[in-house]
């Protein structure tokens, strides 16, 4: 089935797409609960551009990696180290900017958090490295 040379796309990069979609999902439901004022921030221009570009970011990787894009697989890739370089300096230099934040933005970092590494994870498989290097660049589901 997912077997080195077959065109089908192997579990690993399934799975890996529907954790970013879920991520995807997350931060849009985020992005909307703050638009409502129901979890206050600073900026709310600011916290919804934010949300909305990481949501469309997020959604176009889960399709592009689903499609067999090695471009996007490097490219979420670099995003993600930078990212989570960026939030564990954060939070060794500045820890009480994350914990002064409301519970329900806690949660959604640590939520974001699990999924993308999950899906760093899984997009790394020895199988799915083989699916992408062989250049198996389809349309989405």
Not at 115 to 127: K, P
């Amino acid at each position: 089935m997912s077997a080195t040379g077959s065109t089908e796309r192997p579990t690993s990069v399934r799975r890996a797409a529907a954790c970013l979609w879920a991520s995807a999902a997350v931060a849009l439901a985020l992005t909307a609960i703050q638009l409502l004022g129901m979890v206050q921030v600073p900026d709310t221009v600011a916290a919804t551009v934010i949300g909305l570009l990481s949501a469309g970011f997020l959604a176009l990787m889960a399709a592009k990696l689903a499609a067999g894009r090695r471009w996007a697989l490097w490219l979420f890739a670099i995003v993600y180290v930078i990212g989570t370089l960026g939030t564990l300096v954060s939070a060794i230099v500045i820890p009480q900017a994350f914990l002064s934040q409301p519970a329900l933005l806690q949660a959604s970092t640590i939520l974001q958090f699990g999924l993308q590494t999950v899906a760093m994870f899984l997009i790394f498989t020895s199988t799915a490295r083989q699916w992408f290097k062989v250049g198996h660049a389809t349309t989405a589901p």
